[in-house]
């Protein structure tokens, strides 16, 4: 019976991916369409219905492209760091609070910031081994950020979890079955979700990928198919994020359509920022995690403690 149970949760995993994989394809091509409409232009139109294939005809140029790397580079870091990359962003995808098959985890929220903190790792790899100066400086400056914004990120979840004391992703729908907790923490709510741009590194600060004074950051070495799986990194990151804040602040996980719907309209609005905003200025990007975000978010922890304390 454990044998069976152990293959079923393998063979759910599997269609999670697969599931995740095309949600990030289509992801690519709703950001298309937007950043078209938005810029007074058509998005993709020509491959398939309304450019309904687009996705799956730019992995297969990416994927059957030239595979190069440079001479002078670290190779088996240099290969080997998007896969890794790819592969911790679709693991975190079993903290998805399925009522069944799947995992479900009393430390889920401690799982999900061990893979991001683990996901630094790949982009400073990613930096490093191509021995380039310009993707060099991409990586630093992405570990910076990301190092800096998970300490506001985390402080901003402890407050949601203060609520309802657990660990637990199934807890929050539990928790907000009447109300839920944007109405209440709607300032912390927004910090997350910049926090969120920052720490996936979109715009308004995608420094990283600084195409005006970095040509493109640390990817920049990168072609066919180590740069798409970057990508899909990338994307398989901002789908999570918003399940996350729809998690956290939008009522749970709930079995409905309506679930998806939250989740699509939180990644809708990745894009729309990206289409609006232009890029923000570095030094200011730090000052608003460590004197903006960093105080703001530690207040709101000692005001939902003293709430929670005098609840008990």
Known sequence: MMMNDMMMIFIGFIILILGVLIGVAYL??????????????????????MGILQPFSDAIKLFSKEQTYPNFSNYI?????????????LIIWILIPYYFNLISFNLGVLFFLCCTSMGVYTVMIAGWSSNSNYSLLGGLRAVAQTISYEVS??????????????????????????????????????????SMLAETNRTPFDFAEGESELVSGFNIEYSSGGFALI??????????????????????????????LKLTLISFLFIWVRGTLPRYRYDKLMYLAWKSYLPVSLNFLLLYMGIKMLLL
């Not at 637990?168 to 907790?181: A, H, K, L, R």
């Not at 804040?245 to 998806?260: C, E, R």
């Open 28 to 49: 690519t091509l709703l950001e298309r369409k937007l950043l078209g409409y938005i810029q007074i232009r058509k998005g993709p139109n020509k491959v398939g219905f």
């Open 77 to 89: 870091s240099y290969y080997f760091s998007p896969i890794i990359s790819l592969i911790l962003s």
């Open 153 to 194: 990120l985390f402080l901003i979840m402890m407050s949601s979890i203060l609520m309802i004391m657990d660990f637990n992703m199934i807890m929050f729908m539990m928790y907000q079955e009447y109300v839920w907790f944007i109405f209440f923490m709607y300032p912390l709510s927004l910090c997350l979700f910049s």
């Open 231 to 260: 990508f899909l990194a990338e994307y398989s990151s901002i789908l999570f994020m918003s399940m996350l804040f729809v998690l956290f602040f939008m009522g749970g996980y709930n079995m409905s359509i309506v679930f998806y």
